[in-house]
């Protein structure tokens, strides 16, 4: 479910609503581009009933964890997965729900800001409790006795919610519904003082502008990769700001319809003894002769560079990686009108490494019991755009067989 937020334009304070995935940020009425830059997760607030909003001192809120993502377990029995949305409380307290449930969908939240001048109180679950929770990797392994080689969050979007509460007549309000949650005399163990909005939970805006020539850069909201069409270069939104990422395109020809970007990661894996490519064909057994040049090959893994529901992501991370050596060889990227947005940040696409390792295992027990020490050493990215041809419901890669239900790539927009 996508979450909205509501949110002023930076520039002219007019009131625009945004997709709480989204970065960018482009205003309808002044038509300024900016980005949104923070140092940790996203901070919102469900909106206070009545006036109140935001100015009152009194306000109490209670921080909960928003996890959105695709998690994956490899254990004996193969590979599972599972989409999680979820809001879990981050204060355990008698009286306040253990999750937000749907409230965060049913309005429009509220970025935190330094003008919130209530009390918060203070996030005391750690995120690793949360996330195993979200995902009740129980429920995911199944049966027990069942032994578990690697876990991994993708894709994910954490951030934190807080439910702003009132004091009236010793009792602890919901101030958003106005109704009672907890008897104060319950509370009384509870550090209910809290503290005030912190400086570095505030969101910077900054310009949209080409570092190098001061164009406006062109992108969605989604999107994490902006290109410059007057000095043809692209740039990635880091935690830092604007970053030259280097981009490669696979020229297609003229059946080629659109550009799906990938993330090239090239790394050795000491553990595994994976330098080359021939070395990966080899430990993951693929029923292939290796080639002579696969040795002199680096390793890479090639990740979709762009959200996806999980099974077809890893199914389209394997087929990438595995048959790499059928493509051609990159060339500079130039501007182009149809390159799919990149969603997936290179962070997230870099935690999928052990599991294209299991998924493209032949034999299972040759692998998988290898991948808890199987660490990647000496990474280095590339943004690599692959030609995909229309099949009418689906994309099509010709070289490595790719396929990706168009209604899938559409869905992926929202995970
Ligand atoms: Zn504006
Ligand atoms: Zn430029």
């Avoid at 990635?236 to 319809?257: A, V």
């Avoid at 002579?292 to 991370?317: D, G, H, N, Y």
């Avoid at 696409?349 to 000496?378: I, T, W």
């Amino acid at each position: 479910m996508e979450i909205k937020v509501e949110q002023p334009c930076p520039q002219c304070g007019g009131k625009i609503t945004l997709d709480a995935t989204h970065r960018l940020l482009t205003c309808p009425y002044c038509g300024v581009k900016s980005f949104l830059q923070s140092k940790g997760p996203f901070r919102y607030t469900l909106p206070v009933g009545g006036s109140s909003i935001g100015s009152n001192e009194s306000l109490l809120y209670a921080p909960f964890i928003r996890f959105k993502g695709n998690v994956f377990l490899v254990s004996d029995t193969g590979i599972s997965y599972r989409v999680v949305d979820t809001t879990q409380e981050g204060f355990p307290m008698p009286g306040l729900p253990p999750s937000l449930g749907l409230r965060p969908q049913a309005m429009n939240l509220l970025r935190l800001n330094n003008g919130n001048r209530g009390r918060f109180l203070r996030l005391s679950r750690k995120l690793p409790v949360i996330l195993e929770k979200a995902a009740r990797i129980n429920a995911l392994t199944g049966k027990g006795g069942k032994q578990v080689y690697h876990r991994a969050y993708i894709g994910e979007d954490i951030s934190y919610i807080y439910l702003p509460m009132l004091r009236e007549n010793d009792c602890l309000v919901d101030a958003v519904t106005d109704t009672s949650l907890v008897d104060c005399k319950q509370t009384r163990a509870f550090p209910l003082k809290g503290s005030k909005f912190n400086s570095r939970w505030q969101v910077n805006f900054l310009a949209t502008l080409c570092p190098r020539c001061g164009w406006n850069l062109d992108g969605e909201g989604d999107c994490l990769v902006l290109s410059c069409r007057n000095c043809d270069t692209t740039w990635y939104l880091g935690k830092k700001g604007l970053e030259r990422i280097p981009c490669k395109i696979i020229p297609g020809d003229s059946d080629t319809r659109l550009y799906l970007a990938f993330w090239k990661i090239s790394a050795h894996i000491p553990s595994m003894k994976i330098w080359s490519f021939a070395d990966f064909m080899e430990r993951t057994n693929q029923p292939v002769l290796t080639g002579k040049l696969w040795r002199e090959r680096v390793m890479s893994f090639w990740i979709p560079a762009f959200k996806l529901r999980p099974k077809i992501f890893l199914q389209s991370a394997r087929q990438a990686t595995v048959n790499q050596w059928l493509l051609p060889e990159s060339q500079e990227l130039h501007t182009l009108p149809n390159l799919y947005p990149v969603t997936l940040p290179f962070n997230e696409a870099r935690q999928a490494l052990k599991l294209v390792l299991a998924a493209a295992a032949v034999s299972r027990k040759s692998v998988f019991p290898k991948l808890p020490g199987a660490d990647a050493e000496n990474i280095t990215t590339q943004l690599v755009y692959l030609p995909f041809v229309d099949r009418k419901y689906d994309w099509m890669q010709p070289r490595t067989g790719i396929v990706i239900a168009k209604s899938i790539l559409q869905l992926g927009r929202h995970l």
